[in-house]
């Protein structure tokens, strides 16, 4: 299997796992508020993220003196800061609204890949790109009545935006600064500051730390995820992972069949059809890009 399937195969895992994210973290919440499971969700990627640096880098978590910076950027904005967006504004607008935003994330990367990475996409990746973004608002709005019943433009909107667009400037920070950095240990930092920061918050704040089976589960299926996930940024393109990752909505409407009262629905079935075949077109051999950056 070459370098590219191999990086199909981990973002599809890490988009399995972004599925599974919600289910726990809905869980956790019955016995702990968002800041307690935030902490205790970055402990718990950070130890996993450790293990995996020690089963399959010795456990080196050396790194250069100038990579620094970008693994604070990337803990900063990609964890606290957008993370933390992103769950507050849940408590602003509609779920399908916060999904519908996040799914402009392959947008973004698109345009920074271009810009910042000089990528050139083929015409098979921009076909693919837009398929499996009509395949993500297909299977996320269920039904042409959902789809016409949104609304967009409030504050809590703007917020899941800033939350996207930070996300998508830390997968292009990895991709140009980090691709030669073990996933494990970037994963380890990432969390190692996000962890720090909630942790201080949490003693400022008194607030006591309370700890359950699910919270620890939402660790591991992040830890999984995010190391998944940058494995896959070190060998496919980043506008492909990133559109790649709307196979999400995929995962969760399969996992809604083992949900009583929760059906699979036509508009859903479309979204899937197409999801698997823009898969396909991402995961075709390079050939020459359709447009390619030419720096001054």
């Given at each position: 299997m070459n370098a590219k399937k191999i990086g199909v195969v981990a973002v599809l895992g890490s988009s399995m796992m972004w599925a599974l994210?919600?289910?726990?973290?809905?869980?956790?919440?019955r016995g702990?508020?968002?800041?307690?499971?935030?902490?205790?969700r970055a402990i718990v990627v950070m130890a996993a993220a450790w293990g995996y640096a020690m089963l399959?880098?010795?456990g080196d978590l050396r790194v250069r003196k100038g990579q620094i910076p970008r693994l604070a950027y990337i803990g900063l904005a990609g964890t606290v800061i957008a993370?933390?967006?992103?769950?507050?504004?849940?408590?602003?607008?509609?779920?399908?609204?916060?999904?519908?935003?996040?799914?402009?994330q392959p947008i973004f990367?698109?345009?920074?890949g271009f810009v910042v990475l000089h990528e050139g996409l083929t015409r098979c990746d921009y076909c693919g790109i837009g398929i499996m973004v009509i395949s993500g608002l297909l299977v996320t709005t269920r039904t042409w009545d959902n789809m016409v019943q949104i609304r967009l433009g409030s504050a809590g909107d703007l917020y899941v935006l800033a939350a996207t667009v930070l996300w998508a400037?830390?997968?292009?920070?990895?991709?140009?600064?980090?691709?030669?950095?073990?996933?494990?240990?970037?994963?380890?930092y990432?969390?190692?500051?996000?962890?720090?920061?909630?942790t201080i918050y949490l003693v400022w704040s008194d607030g006591a730390l309370r700890v359950n089976v699910y919270q620890v589960a939402v660790g591991v299926i992040s830890a999984t995820g995010t190391i998944l996930y940058y494995e896959a940024m070190k060998r496919v393109k980043a506008a492909q992972v990133a559109a790649l990752e709307l196979s999400t909505p995929l995962f969760a409407a399969v996992l809604v069949l083992f949900v009583p009262a929760e059906t699979v629905t036509g508009m859903q079935i479309v979204g899937i059809v197409l999801l698997l075949w823009g898969v396909g077109l991402l995961s075709r051999a390079e050939t020459k890009p359709a447009i390619t950056f030419i720096a001054d």
């Amino acid at each position: 299997m070459n370098a590219k399937k191999i990086g199909v195969v981990a973002v599809l895992g890490s988009s399995m796992m972004w599925a599974l994210e919600p289910l726990a973290a809905k869980a956790a919440y019955r016995g702990a508020d968002f800041l307690e499971m935030s902490a205790v969700r970055a402990i718990v990627v950070m130890a996993a993220a450790w293990g995996y640096a020690m089963l399959t880098n010795r456990g080196d978590l050396r790194v250069r003196k100038g990579q620094i910076p970008r693994l604070a950027y990337i803990g900063l904005a990609g964890t606290v800061i957008a993370d933390t967006l992103y769950f507050f504004a849940l408590t602003k607008v509609p779920v399908i609204n916060a999904v519908l935003i996040a799914h402009m994330q392959p947008i973004f990367i698109v345009l920074f890949g271009f810009v910042v990475l000089h990528e050139g996409l083929t015409r098979c990746d921009y076909c693919g790109i837009g398929i499996m973004v009509i395949s993500g608002l297909l299977v996320t709005t269920r039904t042409w009545d959902n789809m016409v019943q949104i609304r967009l433009g409030s504050a809590g909107d703007l917020y899941v935006l800033a939350a996207t667009v930070l996300w998508a400037t830390t997968a292009i920070t990895m991709r140009k600064y980090l691709r030669e950095v073990h996933s494990g240990v970037i994963t380890f930092y990432r969390y190692l500051i996000a962890s720090a920061v909630f942790t201080i918050y949490l003693v400022w704040s008194d607030g006591a730390l309370r700890v359950n089976v699910y919270q620890v589960a939402v660790g591991v299926i992040s830890a999984t995820g995010t190391i998944l996930y940058y494995e896959a940024m070190k060998r496919v393109k980043a506008a492909q992972v990133a559109a790649l990752e709307l196979s999400t909505p995929l995962f969760a409407a399969v996992l809604v069949l083992f949900v009583p009262a929760e059906t699979v629905t036509g508009m859903q079935i479309v979204g899937i059809v197409l999801l698997l075949w823009g898969v396909g077109l991402l995961s075709r051999a390079e050939t020459k890009p359709a447009i390619t950056f030419i720096a001054d």
